[in-house]
Structure formats: structure tokens, C-alpha cells
């Protein structure tokens, strides 16, 4: 018996990284899978990962920073399994390093809309079907950056600290439907986002067209910026267990979130971050 034998789980962001690993874990741990992510090919990739593992599990397109898209999302998810239980709203982008006055509006406007708008798109789809089912758990991805300020990091600290206190909300406000809402804040994780390969502040065909290009740029951006920096980028590098984290750490939260064992665990944002935040 494994513990999300006959679940439903949506995973955004499912195409790449921490997405990537926590569908598979769901589907390893029996669940269906509506694999769903803006880029089609890295998400029908993962498609068929979960079928390597013997898993169900279905491609959505879908924009976050767009309510109806991610409401078709939901309905592809109820309409292809009967229901929804398990939700892990986690696709998010991450902005080059410039400090709060050098942000540009389009960069800011972009950025929140991905990062904190989408979370509030998804648990407003998820939330009525869970509801009505009278069961559910949503985990949703925040970041260290969500807990603690970092240099060069505005715009994306903002839009995880206003995960967290969503995702609070969300738990009060459900705790008594036998919902549960909890976050997790990763900390440096071995995936596209902290390559430099993903998370610009793009939309769809840009982030299928532009990748290679954009990595050398990006990285070499960094990497100057962060030599010539003169606020502080410490937090990003001072992890006590002295590693990053691979995804597949970041899927054992989320599935331990999601399942009964965390039954009495809601409102909170687990930091699975090496001890860097304690
Ligand atoms: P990633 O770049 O490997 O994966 C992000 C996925 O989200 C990609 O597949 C991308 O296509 C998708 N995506 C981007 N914009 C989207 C949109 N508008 N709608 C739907 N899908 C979209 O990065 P990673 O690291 O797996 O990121 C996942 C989450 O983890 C993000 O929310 C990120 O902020 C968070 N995080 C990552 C950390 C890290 O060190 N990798 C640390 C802390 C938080």
C-alpha cells in the first residue's frame, strides 16, 4: 500500500527541477499525475518519466500568472481523474541580482505575477474541489529568500514572503474543511533556476527559444554582479551542511506535507534548507 495509492496530484512548474522530482515522487507513491508547466517539451519529458516508473500522468499547458488558464488546469485534473487531493503549486521564476532601485517595473510586474499571483490562481482553483471533496493538502514553493531578505533579491523575496503569508491564509481559512495548506522554503537546489539555464523573467516561447543564449549571458551577469556587489549575497552561500540540495530532498517534504503524516501540520513553511535558516 503505498501512501497516495487512488490520489490526484497536480504539479506546476512539473517540467523541470524541484517540479520535476515531486511528480515523480507522487507518482512513485501511487498517485496520478496532471504534470502541468508552461514549457510543453520539458513537461511531456516528465510525462514520460512518470511513466518509467509505472505512474499515470497527464500534460497541461499552463500559464500560473493566468487565472484561466490554470483554471483549465483543475478541470483537466478533475475531468481525467474525478478529483483533485494533493496540489503543489511551485513553478516560479527568479530575476537577475539588482538592487530594489534597479528593478524595472516590466521585471517586478513579471516576476510577482509568476511567483505570488500564480500561487493565489491555483489554491483559488484548487481550493472549491478540495472543498467539496472535504479532503485535500496543497504545498506550495516558497524560498529562503520567502524568510529572510537577500541582497540583490527583491522582487523574488517579496513574492516568496507573500507566499508564506498566503499560504498561511489559506490554512486558517480551510483548517476546519479538512484541507490542509503548508509551504516549503528550499534553499540553494541543484536545478535550472540556480544554473542560470531557467527562470527568467519570460514568457513560454522564451523560455524554449532563448535558453542557451541567455545561460552564457546570465551567468556571466552573475557572476559580475555578485564579485562587484556591495550588499550582501551571504545567505545564498553559507549552507551549514555545505552542499546544495538535490530536488529529490525537496519532493520528501513536499510528499511528506501532502500525506497523513503530516495530518496535524498546516499554515506552516518547512524550511528544507541544509540548516541555513536556523
Ligand atoms: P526550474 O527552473 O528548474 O523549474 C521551474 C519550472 O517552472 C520550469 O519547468 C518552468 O518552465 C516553469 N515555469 C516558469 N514559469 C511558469 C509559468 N508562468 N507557468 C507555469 N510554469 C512555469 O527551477 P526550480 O528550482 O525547480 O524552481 C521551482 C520552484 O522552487 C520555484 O518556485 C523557485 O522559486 C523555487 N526555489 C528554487 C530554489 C533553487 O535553488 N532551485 C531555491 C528556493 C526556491
Not at 92 to 117: C, M
Request: net charge negative.
Amino acid at each position: 500500500m503505498n501512501r497516495f495509492d487512488g490520489k490526484t496530484a497536480v504539479v506546476t512548474g512539473a517540467g523541470s527541477g524541484i517540479g520535476r522530482a515531486s511528480a515523480l515522487r507522487f507518482a512513485e507513491e501511487g498517485a496520478n499525475v496532471v504534470v502541468a508547466d508552461v514549457a510543453e517539451e520539458s513537461g511531456r519529458e516528465t510525462v514520460e518519466l512518470v511513466e518509467e516508473v509505472g505512474g499515470d500522468a497527464t500534460f497541461v499547458t499552463v500559464d500560473v500568472s493566468d487565472l484561466s488558464s490554470v483554471e483549465r488546469m483543475v478541470e483537466v485534473a478533475v475531468e481525467t481523474y474525478g478529483g483533485l487531493d494533493l496540489a503543489h503549486n511551485n513553478a516560479g521564476i527568479l530575476t537577475d541580482f539588482v538592487e530594489v532601485s534597479d528593478i524595472t517595473e516590466a521585471d517586478w510586474d513579471r516576476l510577482l505575477d509568476v511567483n505570488l499571483k500564480g500561487v493565489w490562481a491555483c489554491m483559488k482553483a484548487e481550493l472549491p474541489v478540495m472543498n467539496e471533496q472535504g479532503s485535500g493538502a496543497i504545498v506550495n514553493t516558497a524560498s529562503e529568500a520567502g524568510l529572510v531578505g537577500m541582497g540583490g533579491l527583491g522582487s523574488y523575496s517579496a513574492s516568496k514572503h507573500g507566499v508564506v503569508g498566503l499560504t498561511k491564509t489559506a490554512a486558517l481559512e480551510n483548517a476546519s474543511r479538512g484541507v490542509r495548506v503548508n509551504a516549503i522554503a528550499p534553499g540553494p537546489t541543484k536545478t535550472n533556476i540556480q544554473s542560470g539555464l531557467g527562470g527568467g523573467p519570460g514568457d513560454a516561447s522564451s523560455i524554449a527559444l532563448l535558453d542557451r543564449l541567455r545561460t552564457a549571458v546570465r551567468l556571466l551577469r552573475i557572476a559580475v554582479r555578485t564579485l562587484r556587489a556591495d550588499f550582501d549575497t551571504s545567505a545564498m552561500r553559507d549552507v551549514p551542511m555545505d552542499r546544495i540540495a538535490d530536488p529529490e530532498e525537496m519532493a520528501g517534504a513536499v510528499a511528506f506535507l501532502c500525506s497523513d503524516d503530516a495530518s496535524y501540520v498546516t499554515g506552516h513553511t518547512i524550511p528544507v534548507d541544509g540548516g541555513q535558516a536556523a
